[in-house]
């Protein structure tokens, strides 16, 4: 199930890509969740809202989990989690 | 206003994220102390104490730090029940310091506002205010009283004391319930809707409840609570979206506070953390140090294993025989020196290594590392089914299977923690090596390898293997068994790097030795009692007092004749009536196989050190009933060893897993596996050895 957290009306044009993908030091917005209620609501309590800042800090030596900076704090989530946040990468 | 019996004592709990210091906190404010973790979720039982100094008595309550109350974890679930004073851990909790990290103001609020929610009045804390300062912003508490309408805010610094005297005294003055007001600081939900203190008892972490909502169509809150009525609710709070809706509430009450807080961010903390991770999670370099660290808590509890087990073994049976010269002789002096002294020296003897582990572990997780270390261990862990959550309570097994199965309490998704449950017994803890230094040292020989690896070292190492690599089969096994739909993701903090402060390192070792006296000692204790009855009784008409004397007693003893009824079933592995003896008394705890051997072999008690060399020599003269060929070949000897290895020889670790599992058929399963499996593999291996010994 598509989270309702997603606003793609507030940028359209721009485009999106996963967490996941993105390279490692990049930042950028978050722009929604997709994945099970549960997964989105864990995310959303420890401040992955629609609107925050990302930033992909680094992979684990293996690429697996990632570090994901998050108004302030370091989260560790796995790449298959991050997959399912999408972002608006900075320039 | 002053209460004097201190059970009307108004009783406040303290809240917060983890890693806010809401800890070190508790330990100022009462004077008791327990730990400080500077690693998500690791203060999993709720502790209380008495406000000190003078004044009105004021109880505080210690809770798990969490996110949210949204419990998904059992410590997350004794948080939200505490204050919501439902379910078995039902607390007159009548008011919540709500602690706010001084530089994470804003998660600190989102958890603020649902405390809010519940009904209870709070007043707020921001601790690490020290922190903040040196990020070059110090605390607008006057804004954030402010913003939250007039709310008493109080800044503190725990481990230096700033502030807490000011808290103490706001503490002393009373909670007063008409903070306790959302709607005059926060914005309404979308729907309009506050949340409401839920009636009925909590549900388990398995149930998702999130927060009940009011306002939602349908629902009347003021039915009497029913099961129908709980499902009816959540249904349509699934419905409507609205449980993360509510999340973005809050997340909007917490940006509207801050709009009224001043604040700076200059992160010199968080830079200097970068600094150090880049070399500590290089991506060559970070599992290379990874496994230094881990290579040298293994040789350190090794290394510290085998003397200090011998030293304090040789210090209790002297002192126990200085008191049999001192009493004399007769039934109690003989349930003193040789049932209980024998039952505390097999508790005590666990002491130096369990010290040092915890030691390394306190260390590592208050400086951060052990974050990383999860970080690092959360990919290999994956391949069975595991994360990096059930790292560092593992980690702790290779001492002792009873605080790892504890420490598995902060693992929030309940299938990862069964599978972690069960695995823990197999890694190899330190009872076991006194058990492996006396056969490994009595029948391997002593070949050396390449100049620098010795047969004896490779046996050992073989066994850790075993342990290790057994443990790992079980818990992809048993991940494929359990397959659950929706796994809870892995979200772990990875806090800033701090330097630990020696004084709550030392409170939180002291704390962790005792609680593993406490949960461990007490089962080894009474379990060494009773194999001191059976191997005593029926007693001899005459007294035995040489060595032989005592060998024949025991074979006519309860365990004696126990061991000649379990000879058929450890028959196949080589074993006799006299190792079963063993067997059975090392479920009190695996070393004491050791001293049970000793008296079986008739081995004249000369102090601990000859001992050893004398039972080796008695294992060495042992002789086969059946045919009187040599007992210990090295077939028996390494099928002894690979059952030791895999056996759940642990009455403590049974009994720790019952409780934590809630099932003693859980328990039951475990054991009865585990000492099928062991009988297999040492089966095979003995048998591969006969194979090899023949040809």
């Given at each position: 199930m598509v989270s309702e957290l997603t606003c793609g009306q507030q940028e359209p044009a721009r485009p999106v890509v996963a967490l996941s993908r993105m390279p490692e030091g990049s930042s950028g917005t978050m722009a929604g969740l997709s994945g099970d209620d549960l997964i989105a609501l864990k995310l959303a309590e420890v401040?992955?809202?629609?609107g925050a800042k990302l930033r992909l800090v680094r992979r684990a030596?293996?690429?697996?989990p990632l570090e994901v900076e998050v108004d302030g704090a370091r989260f560790s989530l796995r790449a298959e989690t991050a997959a399912s946040v999408s972002v608006y990468p900075h320039a | 206003m002053r209460e004097t019996a201190s059970s009307k004592a108004p009783c406040y709990a303290l809240v917060g994220n983890?890693?806010?210091?809401k800890t070190a906190l508790f330990n100022a404010l009462t004077g008791l102390h327990q730990r400080v973790a500077?690693?998500?979720?690791?203060?999993?039982e709720r502790r209380e104490g008495v406000l000190c100094g003078p004044g009105a008595i004021v109880r505080i309550v210690d809770l798990p730090g969490v996110r949210?109350?949204?419990?998904?974890a059992l410590d997350e679930e004794i948080t939200a029940a505490s204050l919501l004073g439902?379910?078995?851990?039902?607390a007159e909790v009548d008011?919540?310091?709500?602690?706010?990290?001084a530089t994470q103001l804003r998660r600190g609020l989102f958890l603020l506002s649902q405390v809010l929610d519940t009904g209870i009045p709070c007043i707020v804390c921001v601790n690490m205010a020290d922190e903040a300062a040196a990020e070059g912003s110090a605390v607008d508490t006057e804004g954030l009283s402010k913003a939250l309408g007039g709310m008493p805010v109080v800044a503190t610094s725990a481990p230096c004391g700033d502030g807490v005297a000011a808290l103490a005294a706001q503490l002393r003055a009373g909670i007063a319930?008409?903070?306790?007001?959302t709607e005059s600081v926060a914005e309404p939900t979308p729907t309009g809707a506050r949340c409401q203190r839920p009636v009925e008892a909590l549900p388990t972490?398995?149930?998702?409840?999130?927060f009940l909502c009011?306002?939602?169509?349908?629902?009347?809150?003021?039915e009497p609570p029913s099961p129908e009525r709980w499902a009816r609710i959540r249904e349509a709070v699934d419905a409507s979206g609205l449980v993360q809706q509510e999340v973005s509430a809050r997340w909007r009450f917490a940006e509207h506070v801050m709009a009224g807080v001043r604040t700076a961010h200059t992160c010199r903390l968080r830079l200097r953390s970068d600094r150090i991770d880049r070399w500590c999670l290089h991506a060559v370099f970070g599992p290379l140090l990874f496994l230094l660290v881990m290579g040298a808590v293994f040789q350190g509890v090794f290394l510290l294993a085998t003397p200090a087990a011998d030293g304090i073994g040789s210090l209790f049976s002297a002192a126990g025989g200085g008191l049999r010269s001192l009493l004399g002789t007769g039934f109690f002096v003989d349930l003193l020196v040789d049932g209980a002294f024998a039952g505390i020296s097999a508790v005590v003897v666990f002491l130096p290594q369990i010290l040092f582990l915890f030691t390394f572990l306190i260390l590592l997780e208050d400086t951060g590392y052990l974050a990383r270390a999860a970080f690092i261990a959360d990919r290999p862990f994956a391949a069975v089914g595991?994360?990096?959550?059930s790292f560092a309570p593992l980690l702790s097994s290779f001492a002792c299977a009873v605080p790892s199965i504890l420490g598995l309490?902060?693992?929030?998704d309940q299938r990862e923690r069964r599978v972690a449950m069960f695995v823990a017994p197999l890694l190899t803890c330190s009872a076991r090596l006194p058990v492996y230094a006396l056969l490994i040292s009595a029948f391997i020989p002593q070949t050396l390898y390449w100049g620098l690896l010795t047969l004896q070292g490779l046996v050992l190492l073989g066994l850790y293997l075993l342990g290790g690599v057994l443990a790992a089969l079980a818990a992809w096994v048993l991940d494929r068994v359990l397959r659950k739909a929706n796994p809870v993701p892995l979200l772990l903090e990875l806090p800033i790097y701090r330097v630990p402060s020696l004084r709550t390192v030392a409170i939180r070792i002291a704390q962790r030795a005792g609680s593993f006296m406490r949960r461990a000692g007490t089962v080894i204790l009474a379990f060494s009692l009773v194999v001191w009855v059976l191997t005593t009784?029926?007693?001899?008409?005459v007294a035995p007092s040489t060595a032989l004397e005592k060998s024949a007693a025991l074979e006519g003893s309860y365990a004696g004749q126990l061991g000649r009824i379990i000879e058929p079933l450890i028959e196949p592995l080589g074993f006799d009536w006299r190792i079963g003896i063993g067997i059975v008394a090392s479920l009190?705890?695996?070393?004491v196989f050791n001293s049970t051997m000793s008296v079986v072999y008739a081995?004249?008690?000369?102090g601990q050190a000859e001992g050893d060399a004398n039972l080796v020599t008695g294992f060495r003269r042992a002789r086969r009933e059946?045919?009187?060929?040599?007992?210990?070949t090295l077939a028996t000897v390494v099928a002894l060893l690979v059952f030791y290895a895999v056996a759940l020889q642990c009455t403590s670790t049974i009994a720790v897993v019952a409780r934590e599992s809630g099932s003693w058929r859980f328990a039951l399963a475990q054991f009865l596996t585990f000492t099928a499996l062991a009988w297999m593999l040492a089966w095979c291996a003995r048998h591969i050895c006969l194979i090899f010994t023949l040809s």
């Open positions: 401040g992955f809202v629609p030596p293996l690429g697996s | 983890p890693n806010v210091g500077n690693y998500a979720g690791v203060t999993v949210s109350l949204v419990p998904r439902v379910g078995a851990v039902r008011g919540a310091v709500v602690v706010l990290d319930a008409n903070y306790a007001r972490h398995a149930q998702r409840p999130g009011a306002d939602i169509p349908g629902i009347n809150i003021t595991l994360s990096g959550r309490r902060s693992v929030d009784y029926p007693q001899a008409s009190a705890a695996r070393e081995v004249e008690e000369t059946s045919d009187g060929g040599p007992m210990f």
